[in-house]
């Protein structure tokens, strides 16, 4: 069964270090999220991405994040100048053309900000 | 009036019985809503989803009830299993919103054998 992988599952920075979050979503998928869960809350999304654009981003989605779909298959995530506050985890999800609303989810990496 | 409300945080149920998850919202524009079964250290697994169009629908032991009219939907386990024993998440969709899903605060469900 095709499925969303992410990586790395663990990652450990020094505020104000850069990171970058991967994701492969489904091949035939041509909708990619990003959402973070921080521990022991609910899931947050940050960004929608479609046809090579950011369709949709919330609030949390500052000037400190970017995504880029830099080949065929990769789809990342990256945050500038890490805060403490960023550490979560973070999930990639994707869905297809033919249905749009069903969004499959990564395992998710795990951020840690010290 | 993006949020959508789940109650209640935690539940226990015994083997067999039914598990009952609620969740309310208020934005009319949401248009889609699914439910995400999440187990320990791993992501949100997809477990069925309604359209305000329709009322009940149900998949094997999960239904999904809907009332449009008071901006509710609710999950129903039957014959619940200690295997279902995970945090359960409603979410919806706002059309036209990039497919944003707003999720609930979620339900941690123990089911003991």
């Known amino acids: 069964e095709p499925e969303v992988t992410q990586t790395p599952s663990h990652q450990v920075t020094q505020m104000g270090q850069e ?7 489904i091949s035939n998928h041509l909708y990619f999220y990003w959402y973070r869960q921080i521990l022991g809350q609910k899931v947050e999304f940050l ?4 046809n090579n654009e950011i369709s949709e981003k919330s609030e949390i989605f500052d000037d400190q994040f970017s995504v880029e779909r830099p080949d065929g298959s990769n789809f990342t995530l990256k945050i500038r100048s890490t805060k403490l506050e960023d550490s979560a985890m973070y999930f990639c999800a994707s869905s297809g053309q033919g249905a749009v609303n069903e969004q499959f989810f990564g395992p998710g990496t795990r951020l840690t900000v010290l | ?14 083997k067999g019985g039914i598990s009952i998850i609620n969740c309310a919202y208020e934005n009319t524009a949401f248009d889609y809503f699914p439910w995400y079964q ?20 149900k998949e ?17 386990i039957m014959d619940s299993q200690p295997g279902d024993s995970a945090t359960y998440f409603c979410a919806a969709r706002k059309a036209n919103a990039g497919n944003m899903l707003t999720f609930g605060g979620g339900t941690r469900l123990m089911v003991k054998p």
């Open chain 1, 19 to 25: 990171v970058i979050l991967r994701c492969v979503p």
């Open chain 2, 38 to 57: 999440q187990f320990p250290g791993k992501g949100p697994a997809l477990l069925i989803a309604i359209r305000p169009d329709v009322s009940e629908k």
């Open chain 1, 47 to 50: 960004v929608s991405f479609y």
């Open chain 2, 1 to 14: 009036q993006q949020q959508v409300k789940q109650s209640p945080q935690s539940l226990i149920v015994q």
């Open chain 2, 60 to 76: 094997g032991r999960f239904t999904i009830s809907f009332n449009k009219s008071a901006k509710q939907f609710s999950l129903h």
